[in-house]
C-alpha cells in the first residue's frame, strides 16, 4: 500500500504542477489555451518524447545514454542520403534510419556488457563518434532533396499529427512491455540489484543488450522524424537532445540508480518539458533567459520530489 | 556511566521503542535480546547519535546529552559496530579501519606508516590474518565483519555499541573477538551487546535486558538467567526444541561433486548429496564454504571438476544453468545478492520462476499473483501485500520470501549459504522446520552455516573444509562441535 500510495501521489503530484503551469500560461498569454496551440505542443514533444521513452529503459538498468543527440542526427543524415525522390521506396531511409540508430544502441550495449567499460563513458564515447559520422557522411552539409513519400512523415494523419502518433505508439508499446512482458520485469530487476539478479538465474547481459538496443532503435526512429520534418538529413542536429530526454525522465520519477520508473512518469516529465518550452515561447522570454528558467524547473522538480519520497 | 532515560523513538507514527530506561556500567558487557523488530538496533542508534530521540534523553557521565550526529557520539567516546556492514570498497583495509581518525604526518598529510602500522596492531588484536593494504572489496562478508570491529576498536572509545558483530564470524574469530572484549573490559569499556546466538550471550554478558515489541521486559544479571527463561521472555511463550526431528535420508545419489578445484580457493573437493539428506559444508572464514557452494551454483564456476546431479554431467557457467538443471540458491548476503529492494514482495518471488508463470515473452500476471500469494502464505512471508517492496521487510520475512523464490521453481538440490543469519528466533524455527520438509520429500540440502549447533542439528552429514581442502566427513549424529573444530582448524 505504501509504495502505491507514494507512486500515486508522485504522479499526482507532477500533474498538479503541470496543470499549475498551464493555467498560469493560460491566464498569461492568451493563445496558450488552444487546440492549435495544443496540437503544436504535442507535436514539439513528439521527438523528445520519443526519446525520452527509449532513454527510460536503459535509466531504468541503472544505466545512461548520453550519444542521444549525435545518434538522432546520424540517423537522420542517413536517412535522408536514401531518401533522394525516385531512388527508393519509402521504407528503405525509413530502415535505414531505424537500423543505424539500433547498431549504436547495441554498439553501446556490447561495450558496456562484454567490456564492462562504465555506460557514461561508453555513450560519451558513442556521442562524438556518431557526430563524426553524421559529418563525414554528409560532408559537414546538410543533405537536402528528401522525396514527398518521407517528409509526408511529418504531417497528418486523421487530422493528427504522424510525429505525435508514433510517440503515442512507441509510449504505449513500452508502457505494455515493461508491465507486461518477462523481459520488462527483468530489466526492473536488473536495475535494482545487478548480482541479486544474476543470482536469481536473469541473463543480466543480454537484458542490458537489449535495452540499449532499443534505446538506439527509438533514437533512430526520433531521427528519421526529425529529419522528414526538417526536410533535411542534418549533421548538426540534436545537439544536447539527450540532456532533455534525460531531464524529462528524472522528472518522471525514474531513479537514476535504476530499477525504479514507469512510462507514465516519463510522459508527464516530457509534458512538463515541453508546457515550459511553449510557454516560455508564447511569453516571448528570450532564449537566454529560457535556458535558465528550465534548468531551474528541472532541478527545482526533482528536489522536491526527492524531499516528498524522503519524508 | 551511560543511561538510557525513558528513551522513545518513533518511525512515521509507530512507536517502535517505548520509554525505556537501561544504565550501561564501566568494565561491563551488557547483551540487549530480543526477536527482530524488538528494538535493539534503534536503542543502540539513539545511543550512538544515529537517530534522535522522540522522548526522553540520553545521560552520559552524568548530565544530558543531545547527539546530532554519529560523529557528535564519537567524540564523547561511544563507538558503534553496525549490523549492516558499511565499508568503502574503494579504500584499503588500512583506510577503511582509520577512516576519519586518519593520523596525521607534515603538512595535514597522512601519515602512512603510522595508519598501516595501528590497522596491523588493530587486526592483529583480533587474530585476524589481513593483509591492511588490500582493497576492501577484495574482502570476504566476514572479512568485512572483522575489520568493521577493528575500526571500532580504533575508536578508543569507552563504550562500544556492538551489533551482531558475530552475524558473519566463524568460530575461530568468534573466539578472537571475545578475548579482545576481555581485554577491553579489563580497561574499564563498556560493551553492549546484541546477538541472536544464544550461547555467546552466556559466554559473554554480565547482564542481559530484553526487549520485546519495543518494550523493555526486563534486565537481570546473567547468572540469573538460563537459556529456556531468556527465550520465554524473548518471544513471550515458551518455545519447545527448536530443531525439527531428521528423518534417515535415502541411498538414491542426488548431486555427486568431484574433484572440484579453483586455486587458490579451494582444491579437490568431492563429496556426495543424497536424496532426502541434508548436508552442511563446515569450516572457518576462508576455508572455501561458500566457494564450492556458489561453483556449484554457477555463480563462480570452478576451474576444473565435475558436477553430476542425478548421474548427469553438468556443465553450469551461470546461476540460470544450475536453475534449468534443478539446483537452486540462497546466497549468503541477502541485501547484495539476493533482494531487489524496490520491486513487490511478489515479485521478488517469481523472479527466477518467472518463465512458469509466462505465456510466451508475456507474464501471465494472474497466474504469477496467485503464485506469490500461495507462496507467502506458505513461507508465513508477513508483508501488508504482495506489492509491498520487499525493502521493508524484517530480515526474517526477507529471508522467507527469497526461500520461497528459489523453491517456486522446484528444485531438487537446494543450496542455502547463511539461511539464518541475523533472523529472529521464531524466524529461525521456522526455516529449520523447512529444511527438514524438503529433506522428508526426496529432496537435498546443503547447508553453510557458521553456528556450529545448527550445523550438528540439521544436517545428516557434516563435510568440513580446511583451507580449501575436505579434512573430514563427518557423521552428524555422533560428532560434537569440539571434533568438527579439530577438523576445521589449521594444524
Redesign the interface.
Known sequence: ????DRNLLHRFGLLLVILFVGLVLSFTTDTFLSVANFTNVARQVSINGILAVGVTFVLLTAGVDLSLGSVVALSGVACATFAHPGEHSVFVPIAVGLLTGAACGLLNGVIVTRGGVAPFIVTLGMMTIARGLALIVSGGRPVANMSDDLTALAGDFLGIPIPVLCFAGVSFAAWFFLR????G??I??VG??E?????????VERVKLFAYGLCGLLTGLAGVVLAARITTGQPNAGQAYELDAIAAVVIGGT?LAG??GTITGTLLGVLLIGVINNGLDLMGVSSYYQAVIKGLIIVGAVWLDRRQARS | MLRALELRKDFGGLTVLHPTTVEFRPGEVHALMGENGAGKSTLMKVLAGLYRPDGGCVEWRGSQVVFTSPHDALVAGIAMIHQELMPIPGLSVAENITLGTEPSGRFGRIDRNAQLLRASELLRELEADIDPTLPMRSLTVAQTQVVEIAKALGRQADVILMDEPTAALSDHEVNALFRAIARLKACGVAIVYTTHKMNEVFRLADRISVLRDGRLVGTAAASEMNPAKLITMMVGRELADIFPLRQPPTDKVLLEVSGLTREPSYRDVSFQVHRGEVVALAGLMGAGRTEVASAIYGMQPALSGQIRLKGKLLSIRDPQDALASGIGMVTEDRKGQGLIPALGVGQNITLSALRDFSLGPLIDQSAEASASKAQMVEFAVKASSPTQPISQLSGGNQQKALLARCLLGGPDLIILDEPTRGIDIGAKAEIYALIQKLARSGKAVLLISSELPEVLSLAHRIVVLRRGSVAATLDAATTDQETVLRHAMPL
Not at chain 1, 180 to 183: P, Y
Open positions: 500500500m505504501p509504495a502505491l507486461n512482458f518477462r523481459l520485469r527483468h526492473y530487476a535494482g540489484n548480482n541479486a539478479a544474476r543470482a536469481a538465474g536473469v541473463p531513479s530499477g525504479v
